[in-house]
């Protein structure tokens, strides 16, 4: 690496933690996994820096996963744009409070840079720390799907549909949105197909226009 370049080894192998190693170049270099909790930020970008390194890490096939805080609504709703486009990125929203860490193919973790000095993110690849770290995201994943599961988890018709309709009017296709709420795509048309009727629509499009004059979204 130098100038700033982002670089991988040839092999596609993880480079090994030189001193002075960028979190970001680490998360450039991903081959098969990024998991994401995303609080505040992990890497000393932009959102949009961020979220431009995402996609781009995406459109190589590889998975990344991205986990945000409520907080963090504005960059969730920037990432479910990419999303539509990049079929191996995810994006939940989490309630609980979770820390900023990205975690890279299952063996690296990176933690946002100290707020008290201008210490950089820190990449570690201690094998507990790892494996701490992906226990942490998949119960926050767990945690967001199950807000999804339907009417046996706790979650009522009305706020399944009222899911339904917030995703519908995101331009989601079936198979995203269905994913996205832990539920199946012949589902998910019902409900759609529930919403156009109550709604009067005759199409997606002037349902998800009624649902906004009506303050329904």
Not at 98 to 123: C, E
Not at 199 to 216: H, P
Request: charged share 20%; proline share 5%.
């Amino acid at each position: 690496m130098t100038n700033g370049t982002l670089s991988c080894r040839r092999d596609g192998a993880l480079p090994a933690a030189p001193r002075g190693e960028r979190a970001e170049d680490v998360v450039h270099c991903a081959k098969q996994h990024v998991a994401v909790l995303w609080r505040d930020g992990v890497l000393p970008l932009t959102p949009r820096a961020t979220i431009s390194l995402f996609a781009g890490v995406a459109g190589r096939g590889v998975s990344v996963q991205v986990l945000c805080a409520r907080e963090n609504l504005c960059a969730a709703a920037e990432l479910g744009m990419v999303e539509l486009a990049q079929p191996t990125i995810e994006v939940q929203l989490v309630d609980r409070a979770m820390p900023d860490v990205i975690i890279v193919d299952h063996r690296a973790v990176v933690f946002p840079p100290g707020h008290a000095d201008d210490t950089p993110a820190a990449v570690l690849r201690h094998g507990g720390v790892v494996a701490a770290a992906k226990e942490l995201f998949t119960l926050g994943w767990q945690a967001a799907l199950s807000r999804y599961q339907g009417p046996l988890d706790g979650v009522t018709g009305a706020q399944l549909q009222q899911e339904v309709l917030t995703l519908l009017g995101r331009g989601h296709t079936d198979d995203t949105a269905a994913r996205k709420l832990g539920i199946s795509v012949r589902t998910y048309r019902r409900h759609v197909a529930a919403i156009m009727r109550d709604l009067g629509a005759d199409s997606r499009f002037q349902a998800g226009m009624l649902a906004q004059e009506r303050g329904l979204v």
